[in-house]
C-alpha cells in the first residue's frame, strides 16, 4: 500500500484493480452473490494484484484492468 498519507492517485490502482477482479468473478458465478460465501477473488490474486498495483506506473493501470478482467491475474503471469 502507498506510504504517502491522504487523498493520493496512488492509493486507488489497488481497490480499483481489486474490484474489477470481482466483478470478473460475478459475471462468471453471478448465484453466488446470493450464497453466504458470496463472491471473492482469491488471497493469491490479491497479493499479486498488491504487488504489481504498488510498483505500476500510472500508464499501467489500464493495462493491469484489461488483464485482470479476463482472468485471475496471478493466472495471467504465467
Known sequence: ???THGNTIAAWPIPYLLSVGTIRELNTRPEDALTESGVKISRREVITVMEAASTADRNAIGELRET???KPYHQALG
Do not use: D, G
Open 68 to 70: 485482470i478482467a479476463t
Open 1 to 3: 500500500m502507498p506510504l
